[in-house]
């Protein structure tokens, strides 16, 4: 059986409305988003968990610690709402050129592939439950619901590396599907984990924690109550965790990067090898940082760094995927230049303004304590924000309604 004609055949006939290149730099481009607060919220649920049990052995820092598990149990939640969120786009993006393979993964480990809604939504509602409870001395029993939460996730974050993988591996479907000529529609098993690469990419919410926590210090400078002395606490912490955090990301990401196919071309691979020496490079910045750095640059280059990632995941996709047979290149276009327009004006209208507008204010919004009072720039993005807003929504239903009348005169 030729599994390269195969997948080709089960694309959709379709098509796709532009070039597919255009669908993958939006994969890679959305997936930074989406994994960033993945690392955010289980470095902040880890963190979280570890200061609400460590508050009372230190009488020094113990008031500190009580205070930073609570502010990261609130991260967390957040992060949690928003990783969901920008996790949509990635996946539909993924839906569109990829679709043979994370169709057939998905229906391989089926069982799975639900279980991850139910599961995903115990976690956070067992998070909720620590999130209510943890204020200035909860009892400890209370950190049962935040184990069980942050098991869940990680188990979440398996399922979701293992539908990934299972769709790399075409050549191995028939032998999931009917084992020993048998076939299993069940669905009850994960197939392929490669460890090397979930540990890492998990791991790597470690220095994602360590990296916020300096953007935290730096970002409640002016605030009155955030005390000199709990900002250097929590600056320090965050030093500290995010040289460990890059500096451990090592051993799976060289593990990760031998576990390669022989022949694949990407042991070598100098992407791969970038990263390496990029972890190597923020572990050794994180040492020599300073009181005096600017506490968002270390975030600036985690984001960067996740970047790479990305594309390093496409490449291997596109190592894997090539030798069978299936390019992303050769899917069937046919151009819809007035969805894709609108599509873009509304990723840089509402994406751009409106979330600009919404960012801005919060950003300025927290840094005060009580009532914040919007300045002039503040006020021109909201007034721009619900302008562009309802240009867009007139534009939809015209566009629409203009499309409808069309195709009934057409019928007619």
């Not at 255009?22 to 968990?49: D, N, P």
């Not at 592939?113 to 204020?135: G, R």
């Not at 999931?176 to 076939?183: K, L, S, T």
């Not at 691979?269 to 270390?298: C, E, K, N, S």
């Amino acid at each position: 059986m030729d599994i390269g004609a195969v997948m080709n055949t089960m694309r959709d006939p379709a098509g796709v409305p532009a070039h597919p290149v255009v669908f993958q730099v939006l994969m890679v481009i959305t997936w930074v988003a989406h994994i960033a607060f993945v690392h955010l919220a289980l470095g902040s649920a880890g963190l979280a968990i570890f200061a609400f049990h460590r508050r009372g052995a230190d009488k020094a820092t113990g008031a500190y610690w009580e205070r930073l598990s609570m502010a990261m149990t609130k991260v967390a939640k957040v992060s949690v709402s928003l990783l969901i969120v920008l996790g949509v786009a990635p996946l539909l993006f993924t839906q569109v050129i990829y679709d043979p393979q994370w169709y057939t993964s998905n229906v391989l480990s089926g069982r799975w592939a639900i279980a991850f809604i139910f599961t995903l939504i115990v976690a956070y509602c067992c998070w909720f439950a620590f999130y209510h409870a943890n204020h200035e001395g909860a009892k400890k029993h209370v950190g049962f619901y935040a184990w069980v939460a942050f098991g869940l996730f990680c188990l979440d974050g398996l399922i979701m590396h293992a539908l990934s993988y299972q769709a790399l591996l075409p050549e191995q479907w028939m032998n999931w599907y009917a084992p020993g000529g048998m076939v299993d529609t069940r669905g009850a098993a994960l197939h392929a984990i490669q460890w090397p690469r979930y540990v890492f990419i998990m791991g790597l919410a470690v220095p994602a924690v360590g990296v916020f926590l300096l953007a935290y210090a730096h970002y409640f400078a002016g605030r009155e109550d955030r005390e000199p002395a709990y900002r250097a606490f929590v600056g320090a912490l965050g030093k500290r965790i995010a040289q460990w955090g890059y500096g451990l990301a090592l051993v799976p990401m060289l593990a990760w990067q031998f576990d390669f196919p022989a022949g694949s071309g990407l042991v070598l691979h100098p992407v791969g090898w970038f990263i390496v020496g990029a972890l190597a490079t923020m572990a050794l910045w994180m040492r020599q940082l300073g009181d005096d750095t600017h506490g968002y640059l270390p975030a600036v280059c985690g984001f960067g760094l996740l970047g790479v990632l990305a594309v390093w995941r496409e490449v291997i996709r596109i190592h894997y995927l090539r030798p069978l047979g299936y390019t992303v290149q050769t899917y069937t276009v046919h151009a819809d230049w007035p969805s894709t327009v609108l599509f873009f004006a509304t990723l840089l209208g509402i994406g751009g303004l409106v979330g600009g507008f919404y960012l801005t204010l919060l950003y300025r919004a927290g840094r005060v304590r009580g009532v914040y009072q919007a300045d002039r720039t503040v006020s021109r993005l909201g007034t721009g924000a619900v302008s562009v807003l309802g240009v867009w929504i007139a534009v939809f239903f015209v566009y629409g309604i203009a499309i409808s009348m069309h195709d009934s005169f057409n019928l007619n």
